[in-house]
């Protein structure tokens, strides 16, 4: 069977994860509109208004910077695409996505963080669960569990992609480009978002 692609399958687990989160769509943007400023949450981390000052859900290029996803890919990053934004009204996500590309092909992040701290072990499992009865249909490989990583990870192999829940209320989609050492490097990028 032809296997996805890394960006086709990142998109079907947003779309996945984002189908539990509720909300309206109003205030869809395009990279490039409106910024915003975050103001942290009274608990800093668990749900609230509006992201924490130290995850800017809507700028997944600011969370991973060009400079740090080359260091840990070990290959300059050539350009970084913003895409995928949306901002939270206060009762939906906000999430974004940024592309890396390199000369050993693209790798992406795509971050998440909600309002209502939605990050339950039923929708943990809900997630996990849709990704590994998605990925049945392209691939004999099992989605790994990875402990002592966020509240909860997985990874998927053969498409290098690490689902990583932080805390009560972020989530990241890692997807590398090399297929020998793809867990290992989505794991030293989701470190540096403090996974």
Partial sequence: MKPLSPLAFAGLGCALVLAGCGGT?????????????????????????SPPADFKATDACVLLDKAAVAEVLKTPVTAATLGLVHESSGSDAATSECTY??????????????????????AIKMARDGVAA???AFSDKPVEDIPGVGKSAFFVPGINQLNVFIGDDKFVVITTPGREEGRATALALAKKLGA
Avoid: H, Q, V
């Fill in 101 to 122: 590309d390199t000369a050993n092909g693209k790798a992406s992040l795509m971050a998440r963080w909600s309002p209502i701290a939605d990050n339950t072990p039923d």
């Fill in 134 to 136: 998605s990925m049945k």
């Fill in 25 to 49: 769509t109003a205030g869809n943007t395009t990279a490039g509109s409106a910024t915003t400023t975050a103001e942290t949450s009274a608990s800093g981390s668990s749900g609230g208004k």
